[in-house]
């Protein structure tokens, strides 16, 4: 059933890059994505995403999903690839000195807040874009900016999500020829399990996909 889904999701999909939430999924789940050709993995804390990488094969590239608090930078940069969920300029100088501290280029994602919920986290992107036209993204030396995330409204219907996801494809656009280097700002993740194909026609390039590869 898994390979099943794989294949049908991936046909869907295109040239998406399909990031696998492993949140709450069994070691024996996890393994059958694995053996379908998945590489691309995902937790949404740090806690279960440091028991899984002890868990599962070593040459899985994992993604951080979820809030990340400072105290917890140094002990998950070590491990990801890619951190989708970095919201705060705060957040970005521990990663700094961490990463610098390590001697390894970290990669990141700006999650910029478009949902009108209030447990949404993420830039205010109109100040973001302010700070960043005011050079506030030059200070980092250890740090790679590839794009974008964003979370839609909770119990947003399919238009207002359309929407969402619209508003964040336009913030990237604008974002990119300001950041340091601009040809590796081309990441928009966005797009879950019930609208990763809404996602896709509004711009994005990484969706992150859980409960409907386990259907």
Not at 116 to 133: A, R
């Amino acid at each position: 059933m898994i390979r099943e889904n794989i294949r049908r999701i991936r046909g869907e999909i295109g040239e998406t890059e399909l990031i696998v939430v492993s949140k709450t999924r069994s070691l024996t789940e996890l393994n059958e994505v694995y053996e379908s050709g998945e590489r691309h993995f995902a937790e949404n804390r740090v806690q279960a995403l440091l028991e899984r990488i002890d868990q599962l094969p070593d040459d899985i590239h994992w993604h951080l999903i979820g809030h990340l608090q400072t105290n917890k930078v140094r002990s998950v940069l070590p491990h990801v690839v890619l951190i989708h969920s970095v919201d705060s300029f705060k957040l970005l100088d521990v990663i700094e000195k961490e990463s610098q501290r390590l001697g390894k280029q970290t990669s990141v994602l700006l999650q910029i807040k478009v949902a009108t919920d209030d447990s949404k986290y993420g830039f205010d992107p109109k100040e973001l874009l302010n700070q960043v036209l005011e050079g506030a993204l030059r200070q980092y030396k250890w740090i790679s900016f590839r794009g974008v995330m964003s979370m839609t409204t909770l119990d947003a219907d399919q238009i207002q999500k359309a929407n969402e996801f619209k508003q964040t494809k336009e913030w990237m656009d604008k974002l990119r020829p300001l950041i340091p280097e601009p040809d590796q700002f081309q990441i928009c993740s966005m797009g879950m399990s019930d609208d990763y194909l809404l996602a896709i026609e509004q711009g994005s390039t990484h969706v992150r996909i859980g409960s409907r590869l386990f259907q």
